[in-house]
Nanobody
Framework: QVELVESGGGVVQAGDSLRLSCLATELTFSTASMGWFRQAPGKDRDFVAAISRTGDNTNYADSVRGRFTISRNNAENTVFLHMNRLEPEDTAIYYC?????????????????WGQGTQVTVSS
């Protein structure tokens, strides 16, 4: 059974940095494109970033481009989200997702597996 487990969330101040990790088990990790999504209180879940199977292609939401970086380590079955210059508006539950359909995508429907999420809270 495929499992995605996020870690690295926490409470930080505006301007700080955090690195989220997502460990995948029972998944042929190198054949899956990976994504990060987030859901703020009272809002829908939104796309944050995605990375291709080999890591050579990435895509970002406009709200995080230039501040967040997605990366992956296929040898360790792990995808990361490096978050810099955090803002209170980044406060949300962050979810890791895996797509076995091959293409890098921001469309939630294309992702087959989801983690339980990790909370990120940014105070002003």
């Amino acid at each position: 059974q495929v499992e995605l487990v996020e870690s690295g969330g926490g409470v930080v101040q505006a301007g700080d940095s955090l690195r989220l990790s997502c460990l995948a088990t029972e998944l042929t990790f190198s054949t899956a494109s990976m994504g990060w999504f987030r859901q703020a209180p009272g809002k829908d879940r939104d796309f944050v970033a995605a990375i291709s199977r080999t890591g050579d292609n990435t895509n970002y939401a406009d709200s995080v481009r230039g501040r967040f970086t997605i990366s992956r380590n296929n040898a360790e079955n792990t995808v990361f989200l490096h978050m810099n210059r955090l803002e209170p508006e980044d406060t949300a539950i962050y979810y890791c997702a895996a797509s076995t359909k091959g293409a890098i995508t921001s469309i939630q429907f294309w992702y087959d597996y989801w983690g339980q999420g990790t909370q990120v809270t940014v105070s002003s």
